[in-house]
């Protein structure tokens, strides 16, 4: 079964609030990729974290890596209507896991 | 540079008919992954390979062939299509981790192919 959960599944927001989405692990992941999808389009890389309690910034965007490395999460601050698109985590287990994805809409 | 590249980009089978969706990349990836993506389950890894010649299972491998007899091409196969398999189909490719200066296997997707069978 799916391994890699994410919640929540749709989230809209008015744009300029924050977002965020969280991705869990039922094992322990050696590393977490965070990818993007535009509507109508193919899943772009963002970043790949590797060590426990690793924080990265991109931007607006962060993102983080749980201390037992079974977590993950990223946040966007003060949304833009350019943020639109669902946004996957990725993770290596005893196999390469995406999780289920969070849409995000962002309401100008 | 066209990256990775997949035909075709529509298709629609009857049940039971057979077809092989091709995956080429040109940037000399090791890896490459066919997945497919439904509705509120994520990106499912069907099977992937290692290198030229070799392949392997993912999750949701049944009803699924596939073949690398070249470095820059992965096909995935169809060989009795069932409504189950309806779905976007992409491909993916990467480096081996490690390897070309590149400490991450970032995946690069293909533009997809949608698949409905009826």
């Known amino acids: 079964g799916q391994q890699v959960m994410q919640i929540p599944q749709y989230q809209h927001v008015q744009e300029g609030e924050d977002f965020t989405t969280y991705c869990n692990s039922s094992t322990t992941l050696s590393n977490i990729q965070w990818y993007k999808q535009r509507p109508g389009g193919h899943p772009v890389f963002l970043i790949q974290l590797v060590k426990s309690g690793e924080v990265k910034k991109q931007k607006r965007l962060t993102f983080q890596f749980g201390e037992a490395k079974k977590n993950s999460s990223l946040h966007i601050t003060a949304t833009q209507t350019t943020d639109v698109g669902t946004y996957f985590c990725?993770?290596?287990?005893?196999?390469?896991?995406f999780g289920t994805g969070t849409s995000l809409t962002v309401i100008p | 540079n066209a990256g990775v590249t997949q035909t075709p980009k529509f298709r629609v089978l009857k049940t039971g008919q057979s077809m092989t969706l091709l995956c080429a990349q040109d940037?000399?990836?090791?890896?490459m992954y066919w997945y497919r993506q439904d509705p509120g389950m994520g990106l499912r890894l069907i099977h992937y390979?290692?290198?030229?010649?070799?392949?392997a299972k993912g999750e949701v491998p049944d009803g699924y062939n596939v073949s690398r007899l070249k470095k820059q091409n992965f096909l995935l196969g169809l060989e009795s299509a069932a409504p189950s398999q309806t779905s976007v189909y992409f491909c993916a490719s990467s480096y081996l981790p490690g390897t070309s200066g590149n400490p991450y296997n970032e995946q690069f997707f293909g533009p997809g192919t949608r698949l409905t069978v009826l």
């Open positions: 940037m000399n990836h090791e890896y």
């Open positions: 390979s290692v290198g030229e010649g070799t392949t």
């Open positions: 990725a993770g290596t287990g005893n196999q390469f896991y």
